[in-house]
């Protein structure tokens, strides 16, 4: 059985950990439920397993759960922050309730989260995962002040996308192989490649939002309804002239923006393009330091996650 | 010197500790300066530093400021939750900045609490502080379900009041006595001592509401336009007839509710004696385990303490 299959199983196994030992308290059973049962890939908690998979401690399941429940958190706390009525194809926690019942089951999850954490007992891994924590939290603040702010520079957008999703990625995997007591260059050679293969991620989400959704056959725009400048609309405005200019601002924060023209701008100005190889320069990175991992299973996941994310299609 | 006098001075050092070392992230130290600025009467800390004083260790005035850091994450969220205008006498942040800034800017301060905890490393105070913020959590989230719920019982009332404001005391009280290395009896009295405390204080928080207030020489009713059922109203609606029942309920939630109508009807149903009876029975409480403790200064301290909860009159 390759590793890949391995891990699968095994993300059923975090699953149930979360059902069965955390889902318990009646008040919020109710609200818990209905989050953890909308799914989602579980990219961070397998990024996770695949990692501590070198040396495989008793507190492997729980350490993923963590990781998953710190993601959850964030997510129910952006949908209140972005005001989305939806989630994983499902209506959001605010939606449903309020943005009050957001804020709290949000915090919920958190402080679940960290109550599991101390329960290993690793001072390394509480450091990381408190760090990583403040880290995801500061990422969003930037990306609010963001918002309609078209003097951003190239540097601040990488710093939202680290901050954002490269830094989970990243302690993920640094947490998984502090764990497997691996040794420093594991550790290391882990936590970069998952970092790049974070920001991957969250070069091919902005992508997303500007490409032809298969279902409506549209791009969806959100981003840019939300006047969210991401990195499509960063390289076109870079790209534009004064008339451009006007004609993409017209568009940031537009809830009834014209999505041909808004489309046949931002290609033509490569916003696209440029964003596409900003990802492949991503992939590559994720794959550098894959190959310096010398656990052949491990390094050959790596490299299978750094090819599915570049090819993402939703 | 007494003990009272060299707390207020450590209170100083606290406050030093929170501006010069944690205010130095510029992308938020506005909204961070601001809400730390607002001053507030640091009940928390101050229990934390009578507790830890047993046995003086150096990172008492860093546990004192994660202590104020967990209450100020968990005021800034509470606003978002209540929908409030003030903080403090100052603008809130959701009202200064946005609620997505309050849901951020309050994950960004738990974290920051949980990375100075770790620093701490001692495995008890973790346990603590963990499982004290995902009961404040759970606090909230019964309150939420609360609202305008008139088959509440007292059990709930005390379990909102416990969890919302004496949890956060009883771990102020238990993590300072743990970190000046002390026994368990005074772990336990102290702690026993502060839970009662806190639930004191918040019942005298929700009688402050129900009373003349001395600059507007009115109630403001907050719990009462916003739907919440806290103690006045429980014991008045205990005692009221079915058409007594019916003018209650037309008050709750009510924004725009007559003081006067409502103050007559809540006293002559004996919602505020009742709701005094059961402060009284906290504070008796509350000195019952301060005498237990046999450091002479903290017991004092402690009774001082209750004596100004049951005597506050803002």
Same mark, same amino acid.
């Given at each position: 059985m390759d590793i890949n299959t391995n891990i699968?199983?095994?993300?059923?196994?975090?699953?149930?950990?979360?059902?069965?030992?955390?889902?318990?308290?009646?008040?919020?059973?109710?609200?818990?439920?209905?989050?953890?049962? #909308?799914?989602? *890939?579980?990219? &961070?908690?397998?990024?996770?397993?695949?990692?501590?998979? $070198?040396?495989?401690? +008793?507190?492997?399941?729980?350490?993923?759960?963590i990781i998953e429940l710190l993601h959850t958190a964030t997510l129910v706390h952006d949908d209140v922050v972005d005001n989305s009525p939806t989630r994983r194809g499902a209506k959001s926690v605010n939606n449903l309730w309020t943005n009050s019942h957001g804020v709290l089951i949000g915090d919920y999850i958190y402080s679940k989260a960290f109550i599991l954490m101390v329960e290993i007992e690793n001072m390394k891994i509480l450091e990381e995962l408190a760090a990583a924590t403040n880290d995801i939290s500061q990422g969003e603040l930037i990306q609010l002040d963001a918002i309609k702010n078209l003097d951003i520079s190239l540097n601040k957008l990488k710093?939202? #996308?680290?901050? *954002?999703?490269? &830094?989970?990625?990243?302690?993920?995997?640094?947490?998984? $192989?502090?764990?497997? +007591?691996?040794?420093?260059?594991y550790i290391n050679n882990m936590s970069a490649s998952a970092k790049n293969l974070g920001i991957l991620f969250q070069i091919r989400d902005d992508l997303l939002d500007y490409s032809i959704n298969l279902k409506t056959g549209k791009p969806s725009y959100q981003d840019l309804r939300e006047g969210k400048v991401t990195y499509p609309f960063f390289f076109a405005y870079k790209n534009a002239n004064k008339k451009e200019q006007k004609q993409l601002r017209n568009l940031l924060g537009n809830k009834k923006l014209n999505q041909i023209n808004a489309s046949q701008l931002i290609s033509r100005l490569d916003g696209i393009n440029k964003?596409?190889?900003?990802?492949?320069?991503?992939?590559?990175?994720?794959?550098?330091?894959?190959?310096?991992?010398?656990?052949?299973?491990?390094?050959?996941e790596m490299i299978e996650l750094a090819n599915i994310a570049i090819n993402r299609d939703k």
């Open positions: 699968t199983k095994e993300l059923k196994l975090v699953d149930n950990f979360i059902k069965k030992d955390l889902i318990k308290e009646k008040t919020i059973s109710g609200l818990y439920k209905y989050i953890f049962n #909308s799914g989602g *890939k579980k990219i &961070r908690a397998r990024l996770n397993l695949i990692s501590s998979s $070198a040396n495989k401690h +008793k507190d492997r399941y729980k350490l993923a759960s710093k939202i #996308s680290y901050f *954002k999703t490269g &830094r989970l990625f990243e302690a993920a995997a640094r947490t998984g $192989a502090i764990l497997a +007591k691996s040794n420093n260059s964003t596409n190889e900003l990802a492949k320069k991503y992939h590559q990175e994720t794959i550098k330091y894959a190959k310096k991992i010398n656990k052949l299973g491990i390094k050959q």
